[in-house]
């Protein structure tokens, strides 16, 4: 009986962090929209969310005493994943410029379906009907949010859909090549700060090839930088890899569909956002088809 307390604490910690991970990502509208507000340009949004999560990352490894070196090898594979994230990031957020952030944060969850096939069609998984299905019901979901102002509404801008769904196939090209690319006895942590730094990298680099300049930050700005950079990036990733050793990689998918609830939350309560029904029913659906090609992993 003493034994299966601690290891029953274990479990409640997983589920804890695992439901706080997907609450802090949910929260990118929350920094995102004032910061857009401000007129502050979708480039410089991220370069302060992933620089000021870059040096707390730096910081935290320091402090920890583990070395910050890699190998070449290791750094094609990390910048390579560094490029995808980020070009994930930057795509979904200029899709806040063409349409409600809590609807673009839910169509981005699709990205588990996205992985589904691409593992059907390069790695050779099999199909079967709950994959199917899955596919199904998150076309009917998404064909609902494109018409989500519903009566007297507006479609929503094919710009922005369709920056959704690119940022959502790079983020799920991401999750296949994490486990290809994975570096034997490096940290976690370490591993998603070089991530973090190639893909911050990038970033800098597309502004200046797109010549998109550098804003500074002023007064209250830098508050929503910071939480743009601890909870949705440094915080969620923390929590995520604490989740997934102590309660595993499915429960932790399946407790990430509270990401776009979250976001949708957000943007209504507190950007006057419209939550409409057949919004609502098009949620339902996403979230059905994610949860429902999670499952099947446990078959």
Not at 32 to 61: H, K, M
Not at 182 to 202: D, H, N, P, Q, R
Not at 237 to 244: E, V
Not at 281 to 296: D, E, H, K, M, N
């Amino acid at each position: 009986m003493p034994s299966h307390q601690p290891r029953m604490g274990l479990r409640v910690k997983g589920f804890a962090a695992g439901i706080l991970a997907a609450v802090f990502y949910g929260t990118n509208p929350l920094g995102t929209l004032p910061l857009y507000a401000d007129g502050i340009n979708s480039g410089s949004v991220l370069f302060y969310r992933y620089g000021i999560s870059v040096v707390t990352f730096i910081l935290w490894l320091l402090l920890r005493g583990e070395s910050l070196k890699i190998k070449w090898g290791q750094a094609i594979k990390l910048a390579i994943l560094g490029v995808m994230f980020s070009m994930s990031s930057l795509t979904l957020y200029e899709s806040f410029h063409y349409m409600d952030a809590g609807v673009a944060s839910t169509i981005l969850f699709s990205y588990p379906i996205m992985t589904a096939l691409i593992m059907v069609m390069f790695y050779h998984e099999r199909i079967n009907w709950r994959t199917s299905l899955a596919i199904l019901l998150a076309v009917s979901g998404i064909a609902l949010l494109y018409r989500g102002g519903g009566n007297g509404g507006t479609t929503l801008s094919a710009t922005g859909v369709i920056l959704v769904l690119f940022s959502s196939l790079l983020y799920a090209l991401y999750i296949v090549y994490v486990k290809q690319f994975k570096v034997e006895g490096m940290s976690s942590e370490k591993f998603t700060a070089w991530i973090i730094f190639f893909g911050w990298l990038s970033l800098i680099l597309f502004m200046l090839f797109k010549g998109e300049r550098l804003q500074l930050l002023h007064g209250t700005q830098w508050l929503w930088g910071i939480q743009l950079a601890w909870l949705p990036t440094v915080g969620s990733l923390f929590l995520i890899n604490i989740a997934i050793k102590l309660v595993g990689a499915t429960p932790t998918a399946i407790m990430g569909a509270i990401e776009p609830v979250t976001a949708v939350a957000i943007t209504c309560l507190l950007f006057g956002e419209a939550f409409t029904f057949r919004l609502f029913c098009g949620i339902v659906l996403i979230l059905s088809a994610v949860i429902l090609i999670i499952l099947r992993k446990q078959n």
